[in-house]
């Protein structure tokens, strides 16, 4: 499976983004992670494969959403809000179809799929 980002870019404090991930077969949970300059890669955002459950990192909660269409293959998250803090790469991740809802999901070893990533600089 093989994943593509797209929707990063510049925005002011307080504006929104939205980015999308592209699949190229069916997955299972999806994510997304961020890793800003000089810090470690963190869960963001996480969704089931029916998209009835979503999990969210504390400090994004309240103004990301995260959603899925699994008919295109394609998982989307709309950021509002945006802080300077947000600046970061954004990982699209895919788990294998047919996986669990887990403790997994907000951890790089839930996934087995990555995106390249896509940038998003929030100006303050």
């Known amino acids: 499976v093989y994943l593509v980002e797209s929707g990063g870019g510049l925005v002011q404090a307080g504006g929104s983004l939205r980015l999308d991930c592209a699949a190229s077969g069916r997955t299972g949970n999806m994510g997304w992670f961020r890793q800003a300059p000089g810090k470690e890669r963190e869960f963001v955002a996480a969704i089931s494969r029916s998209g009835g459950n979503t999990y969210y990192a504390d400090s994004v909660k309240g103004r990301f959403t995260i959603s899925r269409d699994n008919a295109k293959n394609t998982v989307h998250m709309q950021m509002n809000i945006l802080e300077a803090e947000d600046t970061a790469i954004y990982y699209c991740?895919?788990?294998?179809?047919?996986?669990?809802?887990?403790?997994?999901?907000?951890?790089?070893?839930?996934?087995?799929?990555w995106g390249q990533g896509t940038q998003v600089i929030v100006s303050s």
């Open positions: 991740a895919a788990a294998e179809s047919g996986g669990s809802w887990s403790s997994a999901i907000w951890e790089k070893r839930g996934y087995a799929y």
